[in-house]
């Protein structure tokens, strides 16, 4: 049979009075501890260690039947990215050429009217 004094007892952490939590996040007192170490990896050590192993393992037969090499891989996203920074710049050269050509135009224009403005 059920215990009724048991069924009457408050299990409700956010009252005052209650007992602080078992565990470090504080919100469930089943939840096991977990060090931090754990917690930033994302699990056991050993775990992690043999997920990386496999994964590395994959990478590397997938980058060999490309024929690629590390060296190889990092010169190749180094010239990417040089060109697309030397595109980039030169987009902005010929941005600030379109804004000189458009002030020698615009800047006398507004001049003008701001001038037949202030005289009427």
Not at 92 to 117: E, T, Y
Request: charged residues 20%; without cysteine.
């Amino acid at each position: 049979m059920l215990n009724e004094d048991a069924m009457l007892v408050d299990h409700d952490r956010r009252r005052q009075g209650a007992p602080p939590p078992d565990n470090v996040s504080g919100t469930d007192p089943y939840r096991p501890r977990h060090s931090t170490l754990r917690r930033f990896l994302g699990g056991s050590p050993a775990g992690v260690f043999l997920r990386l192993l496999f994964l590395s393992v994959l990478v590397g037969a997938f980058m060999s039947m490309l024929g690629l090499t590390p060296g190889r891989l990092f010169w190749h996203l180094y010239d990417s990215a040089r060109a697309l920074l030397e595109v980039g710049l030169a987009s902005l050269h010929d941005f600030g050429g379109w804004i000189v050509a458009g002030a020698i135009v615009v800047v006398p224009l507004w001049l003008i009217s701001r001038l037949f403005a202030v005289s009427r």
